[in-house]
């Protein structure tokens, strides 16, 4: 196999792992943002502090590998470059990981480790308000991963040379 073909296998596999992995967080953030995270103001406050911690503890195991693929993957698009991934649409997405990544570590982290000590109206608000980035930018990365896999599939049918 050519090294041409074997980029363009490579840059298939990373944007379906890409559009996988985002699609999954997609639908994780939008629970969260609209059922989950309101949710906590429900909680008894007597039992708050461990349901948090039940939360931080078991939310890792369903958000982090796909975010860790999702990270490898829109590396892979940056580094490795092949034709038919959009080089702008590529680092794009990449920023918008970094973005998400740097909101959990700024704002969710922090409101978490305060949240998990008691219940405050005023951090879980800030919680709530502020996880609108993560949202944002994880449905518009769906939105480029998609266009990015379609632009690729699309190509051989609209004529360009498949690789």
Same mark, same amino acid.
């Given at each position: *196999?050519?090294?041409?073909? =074997?980029?363009?296998?490579?840059?298939?596999?990373?944007?379906?792992?890409?559009?996988?992995?985002?699609?999954?967080?997609?639908?994780?953030?939008?629970?969260?943002?609209? $059922?989950?995270?309101?949710? #906590?103001? #429900?909680?008894?406050?007597?039992?708050? @502090?461990? #349901?948090?911690?039940? +939360? =931080?503890?078991?939310?890792?195991?369903?958000?982090?590998?796909? *975010?860790?693929?999702?990270?490898?993957? @829109?590396?892979?698009?940056?580094?490795?470059?092949?034709?038919?991934? %959009?080089?702008?649409? @590529?680092?794009?997405?990449?920023?918008?990981?970094?973005?998400?990544?740097? %909101?959990?570590?700024?704002?969710? $982290?922090? @409101? +978490?480790?305060?949240?998990?000590?008691?219940? &405050? !109206?005023?951090? +879980?608000?800030?919680?709530?308000?502020?996880?609108?980035?993560?949202?944002?930018?994880?449905?518009?990365?769906?939105?480029?991963? $998609?266009? *990015?896999?379609? &632009?690729?599939?699309?190509?051989? *049918?609209?004529? !360009?040379?498949?690789?």
């Amino acid at each position: *196999m050519s090294l041409a073909r =074997e980029r363009a296998v490579f840059g298939r596999v990373a944007l379906l792992c890409q559009l996988v992995c985002t699609a999954w967080m997609v639908g994780v953030i939008w629970v969260i943002q609209l $059922v989950h995270y309101p949710s #906590f103001a #429900f909680v008894d406050p007597d039992v708050y @502090a461990a #349901f948090q911690g039940f +939360h =931080e503890a078991q939310i890792t195991w369903a958000v982090g590998p796909p *975010m860790l693929g999702e990270i490898g993957c @829109a590396l892979a698009l940056v580094l490795v470059s092949t034709p038919q991934v %959009s080089r702008t649409l @590529a680092w794009v997405g990449l920023a918008l990981v970094g973005l998400i990544w740097f %909101s959990t570590a700024v704002m969710q $982290v922090p @409101a +978490h480790a305060a949240l998990g000590v008691a219940f &405050d !109206a005023d951090v +879980h608000r800030q919680l709530v308000n502020s996880n609108w980035v993560r949202t944002c930018a994880w449905s518009l990365r769906l939105v480029i991963a $998609v266009k *990015m896999l379609l &632009d690729v599939l699309l190509k051989p *049918m609209n004529g !360009a040379e498949d690789a």
